[in-house]
């Protein structure tokens, strides 16, 4: 069983910047990917960003350019470094990690970041 602890969110300002961080219990080179989730309040959970254990990056169109997800398998940490946030960004973050087939096999507990002024 791995466990995965989200931590980093809070209250930013429009504009502002966060750093999320997953830290993993495990060996997350193992997981075929890493990636991030965020739910918003009354929405469904969506895919933001996502990295491979081959390097291969996904980012979510509504946070390309302002948001970049990083994993070092060596510390077994992802991180999602969000820049120039945006009100709609609100929700709560959610780390993950999926097999080759899409699976999602651990989920964070989660951690909330609230875009507002």
């Known amino acids: 069983q791995v466990q995965l602890v989200e931590s980093g969110g809070g209250l930013v300002q429009p504009g502002g910047s966060l750093r999320l961080s997953c830290a993993a219990s495990g060996n997350i080179f193992s997981f075929y990917a890493m990636g991030w989730y965020r739910q918003a309040p009354g929405k469904q959970r969506e895919l933001v960003a996502s990295?491979?254990?081959?390097?291969?990056?996904m980012h979510a169109d509504s946070v390309k350019g302002r948001f970049t997800i990083s994993r070092d398998n060596a510390k077994n940490t992802v991180w999602l470094q969000m820049n120039s946030l945006k009100p709609e960004d609100t929700a709560v973050y959610y780390c993950n990690a999926e097999d080759r087939f899409g699976i999602s096999l651990y989920w964070g507990q989660g951690t909330q970041v609230t875009v507002s002024s």
């Open positions: 990295v491979t254990n081959g390097g291969r990056i």
